[in-house]
């Protein structure tokens, strides 16, 4: 298991997000943006934004994901 943050993968909070692969971290970042969005956060609209345009174009996005992936691999577990 290991965590990342809102903040790591493009959020505006410090919200821990726990997950045994980088894909269950960035689902569960995409289900916390859009809880916080649909709350009323305003703070989390852009980044919102940008995990939408990641899902409409992956490819372009394989970038951002590889960092991402390459991010969680470098964290300890915990
Ligand atoms: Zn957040």
Redesign the pocket.
């Known amino acids: 298991m290991k965590t990342m943050t809102?903040?790591q993968l493009g959020?505006?909070?410090d919200?821990p997000l726990h997950g045994e692969t980088a894909d269950v971290v960035i689902k569960a970042q995409d289900k916390?943006?859009r809880e916080?969005v649909a709350s009323g956060d305003a703070a989390?609209e852009p980044?919102l934004k940008d995990i939408k345009a990641r899902w409409r174009h992956p490819v372009a996005s394989m970038g951002w994901y590889r960092d991402a992936k390459r991010a969680f691999a470098a964290l300890p577990e915990n």
């Open positions: 809102c903040q959020g505006p909070c919200l916390h943006l916080a989390h980044a």
